[in-house]
């Protein structure tokens, strides 16, 4: 059966099934009674005289270790027929028959989890000989049982069952392969083994064979099919009385109906299967039947009732010696604990349930398992760690064939990308989930699905799109009865309510699912909803409720090793504590979340995912900054302020930085030659891909043909990126890098700045903005206005500058009618926002080289175009290592800069000066840009020039220098272009 839950993150035992084995036995002579054989050799008697004699009814327990034999002798005449039945536990057994002589007749194995039946038709008179031997495979010991049946002259409808036996062989060795085409091919040759025991009417047999077809189809994700036969099965099973057949496909009829969202009718078959096999003493189906209740309890919600079933369902499993079984049943209690957020016990029971599954040689139980273990590691914030996980699990599920598991697989990815940031990755793994789901009508699955896509669009900004996903959500779920399902959603809805200022609507809403997680023991949610519950009351001025709601969250958090909940409360509370003017208070809250966000980011591989996640928790290291600040204001004398610049650069240079301490290091070393040469081909298959979309581009463009290239490119980037990931997190070299620190102020003064540079690092918040100016001896510190205000100048003098750039289908008259209007109004636009950034610092301008770290749409402003700001007096005071000053926003009393007297200068060295631009300011008078008085190094922090400079350091200056001129081409109508390609025609 298939466990199903709210994130598909919990896995049900596989089913445990019949494995029908045939064999096939070789020459004989003329029927006479067991044991009679006309003629035996006095050698023969002397070699097999040791071995067990089988007798009819008779029989054998022993024990068999991997790798032992014991053997058993049978005297047979020629047309004699025997069946001989094998049963087992705890291990798996190949069966062996030789003829008089010693020859090899068959070898294979017996079925996995019941009695199997080999029949034998003697073709020669003599000692025949039956050795059974444990797999050599794993190192496991287990017991086994064989018996003898009557022996009779052999008949027509023997060598029916033989052949079918022969069929259903084949069939259980495809199947259990677990690969979607052998799968198929298995289904096929259960049939031709049905057809078979139909004509030899062997009832039971035929049975069998349609509950195996049956489950065949439903490991493919096929249950509404699967039910068909189980049904048939199941009529058979009771016209037969044949009652362990018949707990077997009432397990199996429970099981499809779980998938299918039919729970109710699920129970009742499992408590049918649960009271017959009680009835029958038969501990193997009654230790399945509590298994797939478990599932079911799981499914409603009730994780106490699923832990005791499961707990039950090992015992059971453990008595039998049956490894499968246990591996199924911890299986199932690691995804119960995994709800019920105790991610210890949780790995505790991932991780014994693979160690059997290795040892039973079964993929699907393994796959299984991976995702499971996948789960639990991103749900502590291991994502490098589960995203290696879902890698080993991916090809196995794949081969599978079962879509509801991909649909598991998907949705673990999208999870991970969802917590790192990378929301459009996320959402293409929940859309393709969603297609899978509806492909095998999963109506919880599908109804899952949306859930998380509306979560997504919602952090995308599309609350009406979110909104009609939930809603939809929402009516499913609660009509297939999932519990954990509706919680969810219905606290997602009122984060949207929250999001639009319906405080009250909101707390409705995440009370009716704090309601349903406490009942339902979801910690996890639980942890999460009363975190949102704190934060409306603290936006309805209730403080000490805020305060209650958010430690409740917090104690969760920390018991359920929840890291990304962790961070969420700690800020949640340092917002409250700033709000109550406890701003110490707030700082440790602050530096504690940050420290949870930096632990998290440096346990993954993959660049592209850490710099992903640390932007999504920008907003933490924004407010530590702002909260900085305002400390500084208060106690100018402390140097807070130096902390606060710190702080930025600890935002914004931990990405280069490692990647400058990985390109000292070789981390290929030492890894294995295997993924080396995948990283080299999946590298040389983008680059093909690049130049075939080049010439794409080159010509008219089939749009058609570049969306599908498009889509192959981000494949196989995405795959790309996930191989360099795994290489590192091989690397012997890699492992040994230490987290790159950024510099403080002082370092940032000996190591970046000399006497004729000056550092003007910007900070953009949502409220305020900072601008730190540092030279050798001092720092001055400037409050800006918000990151809005700033942008939005920013973005009109880049689109003013940026005039010149034509646009398609503009007339040359409409073109230059633009340009005109946009030289006009530069440098009124420009002087504006000159004296915005600028203006704060202009006394200390100079001629200095100005070395930028600029933020947000600054990064695509050029200083160097901007006109020098004029002064402001009395713009703060500086000492050596400080400054309490902030900026005046008032515009009253500047004067200009020292760089006002550079035309001169430069007009005396023979320079010429640009020429006065329309609507310049003083009256039309030349003004002159930054560049011209000012080399203008833009950064992206101090820190990493800091790095830099230590790099270079020691190393030998190259002997030539090399110069490096483009004219490049953006147009496919570009005259050159047009030219040249008229010259090569």
Same mark, same amino acid.
């Given at each position: 059966?298939?466990?199903?839950?709210?994130?598909?993150?919990?896995?049900?035992?596989?089913?445990?099934?019949?494995? &029908?084995?045939?064999?096939?036995?070789?020459?004989?002579?003329?029927?006479?009674?067991?044991?009679?054989?006309?003629?035996?050799?006095?050698?023969?008697?002397?070699?097999?005289?040791?071995?067990?004699?089988?007798?009819?009814?008779?029989?054998?327990?022993?024990?068999?270790?991997?790798?032992?034999?014991?053997? @058993?002798?049978?005297?047979?005449?020629?047309?004699?027929?025997?069946?001989?039945?094998?049963?087992?536990?705890?291990?798996?057994?190949?069966?062996?028959?030789?003829?008089?002589?010693?020859?090899?007749?068959?070898?294979?194995?017996?079925?996995?989890?019941?009695?199997?039946?080999?029949?034998?038709?003697?073709?020669?008179?003599?000692?025949?000989?039956?050795?059974?031997?444990?797999?050599?495979?794993?190192?496991?010991?287990?017991?086994?049982?064989?018996?003898?049946?009557?022996?009779?002259?052999?008949?027509?409808?023997?060598?029916?069952?033989?052949?079918?036996?022969?069929?259903?062989?084949?069939?259980?060795?495809?199947?259990?392969?677990?690969?979607?085409?052998? &799968?198929?091919?298995?289904?096929?040759? *259960?049939?031709?083994?049905?057809?078979?025991?139909?004509?030899?009417?062997?009832?039971?047999?035929?049975?069998?064979?349609?509950?195996?077809?049956?489950?065949?189809?439903?490991?493919?994700?096929?249950?509404?099919?699967?039910?068909?036969?189980?049904?048939?099965?199941?009529?058979?099973?009771?016209?037969?009385?044949?009652?362990?057949?018949?707990?077997?496909?009432?397990?199996?009829?429970?099981?499809?109906?779980?998938?299918?969202?039919?729970?109710?009718?699920?129970?009742? +078959?499992?408590?049918?299967?649960?009271?017959?096999?009680?009835?029958?003493?038969?501990?193997?189906?009654?230790?399945?039947?509590?298994?797939?209740?478990?599932?079911?309890?799981?499914?409603?919600?009730?994780?106490?009732?699923?832990?005791?079933?499961?707990?039950?369902?090992?015992?059971?499993?453990?008595?039998?010696?049956?490894?499968?079984?246990?591996?199924?049943?911890?299986?199932?209690?690691?995804?119960?604990? +995994?709800?019920?957020?105790?991610?210890?016990?949780?790995?505790?029971? @991932?991780?014994?349930?693979?160690?059997?599954?290795?040892?039973?040689?079964?993929?699907?139980?393994?796959?299984?398992?991976?995702?499971?273990?996948?789960?639990?590691?991103?749900?502590?914030?291991?994502?490098?760690?589960?995203?290696?996980? *879902?890698?080993?699990?991916?090809?196995?599920?794949?081969?599978?064939?079962?879509?509801?598991?991909?649909?598991?697989?998907?949705?673990?990815?999208? *999870?991970?990308?969802?917590?790192?940031?990378?929301?459009?990755?996320?959402?293409?793994?929940?859309?393709?989930?969603?297609?899978?789901?509806?492909?095998?009508?999963?109506?919880?699955?599908?109804?899952?699905?949306?859930?998380?896509?509306?979560?997504?669009?919602?952090?995308?900004?599309?609350?009406?799109?979110?909104?009609?996903? /939930?809603?939809?959500?929402?009516?499913?779920?609660?009509?297939?009865?999932?519990?954990?399902?509706?919680?969810?959603?219905?606290?997602?809805?009122?984060?949207?309510?929250?999001?639009?200022?319906?405080?009250?609507? =909101?707390?409705?809403?995440?009370?009716?699912?704090?309601?349903?997680?406490?009942?339902?023991?979801?910690?996890?949610?639980?942890?999460?909803?009363?975190?949102?519950?704190?934060?409306?009351?603290?936006?309805?001025?209730?403080?000490?409720?805020?305060?209650?709601?958010?430690?409740?969250?917090?104690?969760?958090?920390?018991?359920?090793?929840?890291?990304?909940?962790?961070?969420?409360?700690?800020?949640?509370?340092?917002?409250?504590?700033?709000?109550?003017?406890?701003?110490?208070? =707030?700082?440790?809250?602050?530096?504690?979340?940050?420290?949870?966000?930096?632990?998290?980011?440096?346990?993954?591989?993959?660049?592209?995912?850490?710099?992903?996640?640390?932007?999504?928790?920008?907003?933490?290291?924004?407010?530590?900054?702002?909260?900085?600040?305002?400390?500084?204001?208060?106690?100018?004398?402390?140097?807070?302020?130096?902390?606060?610049?710190?702080?930025?650069?600890?935002?914004?240079?931990?990405?280069?930085?490692?990647?400058?301490?990985?390109?000292?290091?070789?981390?290929?070393?030492?890894?294995?030659?295997?993924?080396?040469?995948?990283?080299? &081909?999946?590298?040389?298959? /983008?680059?093909?891909?690049?130049?075939?979309?080049?010439?794409?581009?080159?010509?008219?463009?089939?749009?058609?043909?570049? &969306?599908?290239?498009?889509?192959?490119?981000?494949?196989?980037?995405?795959?790309?990126?996930?191989?360099?990931?795994?290489?590192?997190?091989?690397?012997?070299?890699?492992?040994?890098?230490?987290?790159?620190?950024?510099?403080?102020?002082?370092?940032?003064?000996?190591?970046?700045?000399?006497?004729?540079?000056?550092?003007?690092? +910007?900070?953009?918040?949502?409220?305020?903005? +900072?601008?730190?100016?540092?030279?050798?001896?001092?720092?001055?510190?400037?409050?800006?206005?918000?990151?809005?205000?700033?942008?939005?100048?920013?973005?009109?003098?880049?689109?003013?500058?940026?005039?010149?750039?034509?646009?398609?289908?503009?007339?040359?008259?409409?073109?230059?009618?633009?340009?005109?209007?946009?030289?006009?109004?530069?440098?009124?636009?420009?002087?504006?926002?000159?004296?915005?950034?600028?203006?704060?610092?202009?006394?200390?301008?100079?001629?200095?080289?100005?070395?930028?770290?600029?933020?947000? =749409?600054?990064?695509?402003?050029?200083?160097?175009?901007?006109?020098?700001?004029?002064?402001?007096?009395?713009?703060?005071?500086?000492?050596?290592?400080?400054?309490?000053?902030?900026?005046?926003?008032?515009?009253?009393?500047?004067?200009?800069?020292?760089?006002?007297?550079?035309?001169?200068?430069?007009?005396?060295?023979?320079?010429?000066?640009?020429?006065?631009?329309?609507?310049?300011?003083?009256?039309?008078?030349?003004?002159?840009?930054?560049?011209?008085?000012?080399?203008?190094?833009?950064?992206?922090?101090?820190?990493?020039?800091?790095?830099?400079?230590?790099?270079?350091?020691?190393?030998?200056?190259?002997?030539?220098?090399?110069?490096?001129?483009?004219?490049?081409?953006?147009?496919?109508?570009?005259?050159?272009?047009?030219?040249?390609?008229?010259?090569?025609?």
């Amino acid at each position: 059966m298939i466990w199903k839950s709210r994130n598909r993150h919990q896995l049900l035992c596989p089913i445990i099934v019949a494995l &029908s084995v045939v064999v096939i036995a070789a020459s004989g002579e003329a029927v006479n009674p067991l044991g009679q054989a006309s003629a035996k050799s006095s050698a023969q008697e002397a070699e097999y005289k040791d071995l067990p004699v089988l007798e009819p009814g008779k029989p054998f327990d022993f024990e068999l270790s991997s790798g032992q034999t014991r053997s @058993f002798r049978i005297s047979l005449d020629r047309g004699q027929c025997l069946r001989v039945v094998v049963d087992h536990w705890g291990i798996d057994i190949d069966v062996t028959w030789y003829e008089p002589g010693g020859r090899k007749i068959t070898e294979m194995g017996c079925r996995r989890s019941e009695p199997t039946p080999v029949t034998l038709i003697a073709e020669a008179s003599g000692t025949h000989r039956l050795h059974l031997r444990g797999s050599e495979k794993y190192p496991v010991q287990g017991r086994c049982q064989v018996t003898a049946g009557e022996l009779r002259a052999a008949t027509a409808r023997d060598k029916k069952c033989m052949l079918a036996e022969q069929a259903a062989a084949e069939a259980e060795r495809l199947r259990w392969e677990w690969k979607e085409v052998l &799968s198929r091919r298995a289904i096929k040759k *259960y049939e031709e083994a049905l057809a078979l025991w139909r004509s030899a009417a062997e009832r039971r047999e035929e049975a069998v064979a349609l509950r195996c077809i049956g489950e065949v189809h439903h490991g493919l994700g096929r249950s509404q099919a699967a039910l068909t036969y189980f049904h048939q099965a199941l009529q058979i099973s009771e016209a037969s009385r044949d009652l362990r057949g018949k707990g077997e496909i009432l397990n199996d009829l429970g099981s499809a109906y779980h998938q299918l969202d039919e729970n109710k009718k699920a129970l009742d +078959y499992l408590n049918r299967a649960l009271t017959l096999s009680r009835q029958q003493g038969d501990r193997r189906v009654e230790a399945q039947a509590l298994c797939n209740q478990g599932g079911v309890y799981h499914y409603f919600g009730d994780l106490s009732t699923c832990l005791d079933l499961d707990q039950r369902a090992l015992s059971l499993w453990h008595s039998l010696g049956d490894r499968r079984g246990q591996a199924a049943a911890l299986q199932s209690l690691g995804f119960a604990y +995994y709800l019920l957020n105790d991610s210890l016990k949780a790995l505790e029971a @991932f991780n014994q349930a693979l160690d059997l599954w290795l040892t039973t040689g079964d993929r699907r139980g393994q796959a299984l398992t991976l995702l499971g273990l996948g789960n639990v590691y991103s749900l502590m914030g291991e994502k490098q760690q589960a995203l290696n996980l *879902y890698a080993q699990a991916k090809p196995l599920i794949e081969a599978m064939g079962d879509r509801y598991w991909e649909v598991g697989l998907v949705d673990g990815l999208a *999870y991970v990308y969802d917590q790192l940031g990378e929301l459009q990755k996320a959402l293409e793994n929940y859309e393709q989930g969603l297609r899978l789901d509806r492909s095998v009508s999963s109506r919880e699955g599908e109804a899952l699905d949306l859930q998380l896509i509306g979560e997504i669009q919602f952090s995308l900004g599309n609350k009406q799109k979110a909104l009609a996903c /939930l809603q939809l959500a929402l009516k499913s779920l609660s009509a297939v009865g999932s519990q954990t399902g509706v919680a969810v959603v219905l606290r997602d809805i009122g984060t949207i309510h929250e999001s639009s200022g319906k405080e009250r609507e =909101a707390l409705e809403y995440y009370n009716r699912a704090l309601g349903l997680n406490q009942k339902g023991g979801f910690k996890r949610q639980e942890a999460l909803t009363l975190n949102d519950i704190g934060h409306v009351y603290l936006k309805l001025g209730d403080e000490g409720k805020a305060l209650d709601y958010y430690r409740q969250a917090l104690s969760l958090h920390r018991a359920a090793m929840n890291p990304f909940g962790e961070s969420v409360t700690l800020y949640n509370l340092a917002v409250l504590e700033r709000k109550r003017g406890n701003l110490a208070e =707030a700082r440790s809250q602050l530096e504690a979340a940050l420290k949870v966000v930096e632990s998290l980011r440096g346990k993954v591989r993959s660049h592209e995912l850490r710099t992903s996640y640390f932007a999504s928790e920008r907003q933490r290291y924004d407010a530590y900054i702002d909260l900085l600040m305002q400390m500084h204001r208060q106690r100018p004398a402390e140097g807070i302020a130096a902390a606060a610049l710190q702080a930025s650069e600890r935002a914004r240079a931990r990405s280069l930085l490692e990647s400058l301490g990985e390109s000292r290091a070789d981390i290929r070393q030492g890894v294995e030659p295997g993924l080396l040469q995948q990283e080299r &081909s999946l590298g040389q298959s /983008l680059s093909d891909r690049g130049d075939r979309r080049m010439r794409l581009l080159s010509g008219k463009p089939d749009e058609a043909a570049l &969306s599908a290239l498009d889509k192959e490119i981000s494949k196989l980037r995405t795959e790309y990126q996930e191989l360099q990931a795994h290489i590192r997190a091989t690397s012997p070299h890699y492992a040994a890098l230490m987290q790159p620190q950024p510099s403080n102020l002082r370092e940032i003064q000996q190591q970046v700045l000399d006497d004729k540079s000056l550092l003007l690092e +910007y900070a953009l918040g949502d409220e305020r903005s +900072y601008l730190w100016a540092v030279t050798p001896t001092s720092m001055s510190s400037h409050e800006l206005p918000g990151r809005a205000e700033i942008e939005k100048a920013a973005r009109r003098v880049h689109e003013l500058l940026t005039a010149r750039q034509p646009k398609p289908g503009e007339t040359a008259e409409q073109h230059q009618v633009r340009v005109t209007g946009a030289d006009a109004k530069y440098w009124q636009e420009a002087a504006v926002l000159s004296q915005l950034l600028l203006g704060p610092v202009a006394d200390q301008l100079g001629t200095k080289r100005l070395l930028i770290v600029a933020e947000g =749409a600054l990064q695509y402003l050029p200083f160097g175009a901007l006109p020098a700001p004029q002064t402001q007096g009395g713009a703060g005071t500086r000492t050596p290592m400080q400054c309490g000053g902030q900026g005046a926003k008032s515009e009253e009393g500047r004067t200009r800069g020292d760089v006002e007297g550079q035309g001169e200068e430069r007009r005396a060295k023979g320079e010429r000066a640009p020429s006065p631009q329309p609507g310049s300011p003083a009256g039309g008078e030349g003004k002159d840009p930054l560049i011209v008085g000012h080399e203008i190094v833009n950064l992206p922090s101090a820190s990493t020039l800091a790095a830099l400079r230590r790099e270079i350091r020691d190393r030998q200056p190259a002997g030539k220098a090399v110069a490096v001129l483009a004219d490049p081409v953006f147009e496919a109508d570009d005259p050159r272009v047009a030219r040249n390609t008229a010259k090569a025609a």
